[in-house]
């Protein structure tokens, strides 16, 4: 089809963005362009001090009336039980209780709302609880995923492996479940695993089973028909469990064994994620068989104070950033990538160094920014990412659990909890040397249909310019932006992510608006916010979900970090909307933030698109190509016809 392209005018001056007084539509934008020089008012002192109390008067907002006009009402919802759900099984916290103990009521969902939620082509079972991505692979041609499944309720508990499969990562096929809890050593939970492809072909899983006194212990299994592309069927091996806690070791402090590695002796190397005390630390293990194993007595790695380290992955980047490593690969121009997903905070982190295959021990390039402590995998809502080898394609692909933060009640509702990111590449950034960056799979561009271009949409401080495209639920937007200084650029200090959209300053905030009703009642800010300091200039990369939805009972935060941006770079952006998922990538994927959203208005047609500028002292320059994207229509395997 042919792509429409648009020469935006915006118009001299629309109210700032604020937490109360939310500027009207901006109306058809002008069919010229503008030019980029020429200076906006600065705005009153006035308007500054409104902002401010409108940001604490934000904090009581009330819903407004729901889709299909029914007036929301407040039920009752009990979060008596404080402690997460999970935490006294041995895992992570797979409820919000902790994070929503202080509401008093629960917003009145619509099954149209529930509806809208769902998406259309990331990857979520027909129904009930999901987490964890456990052991992908590419075999006989299919791609792998098992993810952690409970097929009762939409609520984590009777964890089981469920199973999917596809040919180019986004059309899955959901298979039937893999394995089930039946075994003393996994009655409480096939908990999560890697897969390790010998050179033979042989496929060897590792998982994490709870046993029937609730300790953590290492299983094997393997398929149990290796002509099968779909390895429907496995065998656990009769020993299990080959692993169990070391006598130093908690028996709940014990899991998540990673994708093993060939040392130069000949042996297999894998890791495992515990702690000793506050310490997290990475065990790590060597085998000839995968049934018999040596704990080293160093430890691949560890770092104080960050606590319990689960899901761990770990392996080789190339220098030149060109291609993926299988796990194996070793020698010059290899760093290695450590990742821990941390229990006390609930986040990933990551860090660059370098590993020696003789005493196998791992040193952080940086260790001001050693795991746990520095960069984060990703700033949104993105935990317990796994990684496999592609052999096909000769790429890393990484998946990551996007959890809720509604309440059990309404997941129970709605039938459903938990998605899985779009399958990104891993590669080293060769022009910074200090961070990975993540980027879709080029099969996502399989769904993309038309394209509209703005090309050099100015936008003014305090203005919003509505992005004529339609219904905006399920997007890939590419955006590159450039600024014009309108006074001095003084030195700010202080700003960053954490006053989201709202919070001005003469560099910030701008970007885009997703997921935005026409009022501007409910929205989702991706924005840039730079500023002078003494240091230098820093660059933020941020999402805002305080506005994302009307209702109360929602954990909305503000996510983002710094972002390199490189001399000569201009700043750039690359956002996949999915109806409540929206996947952030700044500086061609430096930094990476995932929301989960939970809109009451700006559902179906009602969901548009806004550029914004936020900033008080510069204009801004956007140039955008927006895709709509089809549904992936991910459904059963048909194997009545096999």
């Known amino acids: 089809m042919d792509t429409p392209y648009h020469h935006l005018h915006a118009p001299p001056y629309y109210p700032p963005l604020l937490p109360e007084e939310r500027p009207s539509n901006a109306g058809p934008p002008a069919c010229h362009r503008k030019p980029f020089k020429g200076f906006a008012a600065i705005l009153a002192s006035a308007i500054f001090l409104l902002s401010l109390v409108a940001l604490i008067i934000n904090q009581t907002q009330k819903p407004l009336p729901s889709q299909d006009n029914i007036v929301p009402t407040s039920k009752p919802t009990s979060f008596s039980n404080p402690e997460p759900r999970g935490v006294a099984e041995g895992v992570s916290a797979k409820s919000n209780s902790h994070l929503l103990r202080n509401i008093k009521g629960s917003y009145n ?112 299994a393997y398929p149990a028909d290796p002509s099968d592309p779909l390895l429907l069927d496995w065998v656990r091996y009769s020993g299990n469990p080959v692993l169990v806690p070391p006598r130093h070791i908690g028996p709940k402090d014990f899991r998540d064994p990673t994708t093993a590695w060939a040392g130069p002796d000949g042996k297999w190397r894998l890791t495992i994620g515990s702690k000793i005390g506050k310490t997290g630390i990475s065990l790590v293990y060597q085998t000839t068989d995968f049934k018999t194993y040596e704990l080293l007595d160093e430890y691949l790695h560890a770092v104080p104070g960050t606590g319990m380290w689960e899901c761990v992955d770990f392996y080789p980047v190339a220098i030149n950033g060109s291609v993926g490593l299988d796990t194996s690969a070793t020698g010059p121009g290899i760093k290695h990538v450590l990742k821990a997903s941390l229990d006390d905070t609930k986040v990933d982190h990551y860090a660059i160094g370098t590993y020696n295959p003789e005493n196998d021990k791992w040193t952080p390039d940086n260790p001001e920014e050693d795991v746990g402590i520095g960069l984060k ?155 002078n300091t003494t240091n230098g200039t820093n660059t933020y990369f941020c999402a805002d979900e305080t506005r994302s939805s009307l209702a109360p009972d929602v954990f909305k935060q503000v996510h983002g970090s710094k972002v390199p941006v490189l001399q000569g770079e201009k700043l750039s952006m690359r956002i996949l909307v999915d109806h409540s998922i929206v996947e952030s990538f700044g500086q061609g994927g430096r930094t990476v933030i995932t929301s989960r959203i939970y809109p009451t208005k700006a559902i179906y047609g009602a969901a548009r698109l806004f550029l914004f500028n936020n900033a008080t002292g510069v204009n801004v320059k956007a140039t955008l190509k927006i895709w709509r994207l089809n549904s992936a229509f991910i459904h059963p395997f048909p194997l009545d016809q096999i």
């Open 109 to 220: 969902w619509t099954n149209a709302m529930f509806t809208w939620q769902r998406t259309s082509f990331h990857f979520q079972p027909e129904k009930n609880w999901m987490n964890d991505p456990n052991g992908p692979l590419f075999y006989k041609g299919w791609y792998h995923l098992f993810y952690q499944y409970n097929p009762d309720s939409a609520v984590w508990g009777n964890i089981t492996w469920g199973h999917a499969v596809s040919t180019d990562l986004i059309h899955w096929l959901y298979l039937p479940i893999a394995m089930v809890p039946d075994q003393w050593y996994d009655i409480n939970g096939v908990w999560t695993g890697s897969a390790t492809i010998l050179p033979n072909g042989q496929i060897i899983m590792l998982y994490t089973g709870s046993t029937d006194k609730s300790v953590q212990v290492q299983n094997l």
């Open 377 to 531: 995998w990703d700033y949104g809502r993105n935990y317990a990412s796994k990684s496999f080898y592609d052999p096909y394609k000769k790429r890393r692909i990484v998946w990551g659990w996007i959890n809720e933060t509604d309440t059990e009640s309404d997941d129970l509702e709605k039938g459903w909890a938990s998605v899985q990111t779009i399958p990104r590449t891993v590669l080293y950034d060769n022009k910074t040397g200090s961070n990975v960056v993540q980027w879709p799979v080029e099969e996502i561009e399989s769904l993309r249909q038309n394209s509209t271009v703005f090309e050099e949409v100015v936008v003014e401080p305090g203005s919003v310019v509505p992005l004529d495209i339609g219904v905006a639920t399920q997007l890939d937007i590419s955006a590159e932006f450039e600024t014009e200084l309108l006074g001095s650029g003084a030195t700010e200090e202080g700003y960053g992510c954490s006053g989201g959209a709202v919070d001005r300053s003469a560099m910030g905030p701008f970007g885009l608006l997703v997921n935005a009703h026409d009022s501007l009642s409910e929205l989702t800010p991706i924005f840039f916010r730079s500023s």
